[in-house]
Nanobody, 124 residues
C-alpha cells in the first residue's frame, strides 16, 4: 500500500505563497497519477490539481489555474504543490492522493491512497 505524507502547510497572508510537499512511500509502477485535493470546513472535498508520473501533463481546477502548480521529483518520490497569490477562500486541509488509473482524474473516488492532510490558512 502506498503511504503519502504531506507537509508544508501553515498560516499565510492573502497574496502570499506556500509550497506543499507529498512524500510517496511504497510507490510501484501501478501508481500512475498523483493529485491534490482540499476540504474546507462544512464543504465537500474538492479537486485542486493532478499529474501523471510518466509525463508532464497536468490538470487544474479552474479556481486555482494560473496560481497553483503541481510538480514532481521522481528521484525523491515527492510531489509538490506550489501555491501563489493565495486567497482566503483557499483556506482548507490539503490532501495528497495517489491513483492507479492512467488518466488525469478529478473525482476523489478515482484515487486509491490518501495522505493525512495539511492545514493551509490564508488570512485576509
Amino acid at each position: 500500500q502506498v503511504q503519502l505524507v504531506e507537509s508544508g502547510g501553515g498560516l499565510v497572508q492573502a497574496g502570499g505563497s506556500l509550497r506543499l510537499s507529498c512524500a510517496v512511500f511504497g510507490r510501484t509502477s501501478s501508481t500512475v497519477i498523483m493529485g491534490w485535493f482540499r476540504q474546507a470546513p462544512g464543504k465537500e472535498r474538492e479537486f485542486v490539481a493532478a499529474m501523471l508520473w510518466r509525463d508532464i501533463n497536468t490538470y487544474y481546477a479552474d479556481s486555482v489555474k494560473g496560481r497553483f502548480a503541481i510538480s514532481r521529483d521522481n528521484a525523491k518520490n515527492t510531489v509538490y504543490l506550489q501555491m501563489n497569490s493565495l486567497k482566503p477562500e483557499d483556506t482548507a486541509v490539503y490532501y495528497c492522493a495517489a491513483g492507479r488509473l492512467p488518466r488525469l482524474a478529478a473525482a476523489p473516488d478515482e484515487y486509491n491512497d490518501w495522505g493525512q492532510g495539511t492545514q493551509v490558512t490564508v488570512s485576509s
